[in-house]
C-alpha cells in the first residue's frame, strides 16, 4: 500500500475513529509515524508507530 492509497482509504473512514495496528501482542494505538529514506531503488517507507501508553 502507497500513502496515496492510505489517505485515499483513510478518507472513507469517520473522522471522530481511533487508528490501531495489530501486532503480535494485540492491538495498539497508533502513536506516531516514521520515514525511512531508502536508496538504490528500495521503495522509501512509512513507519506506523505504536502508542507507549497504556490502552
Known amino acids: 500500500m ?3 492509497q492510505l ?3 483513510l ?7 481511533v ?3 495489530e501486532g503480535d501482542a494485540g492491538y ?3 502513536g506516531g509515524i516514521g520515514f525511512e529514506q531508502n536508496g538504490n531503488g528500495v521503495p522509501d ?3 506506523l508507530q ?3 501508553e497504556d490502552d
Not at 478518507?11 to 475513529?17: D, E, F, G, K, Y
Open 50 to 52: 505504536p502508542s507507549m
Open 11 to 17: 478518507r472513507q473512514l469517520p473522522p471522530q475513529a
Open 28 to 30: 495498539s494505538l497508533v
Open 45 to 47: 517507507e512509512v513507519i
Open 2 to 4: 502507497t500513502v496515496e
Open 7 to 9: 489517505i485515499a482509504a
Open 19 to 21: 487508528v490501531i495496528i
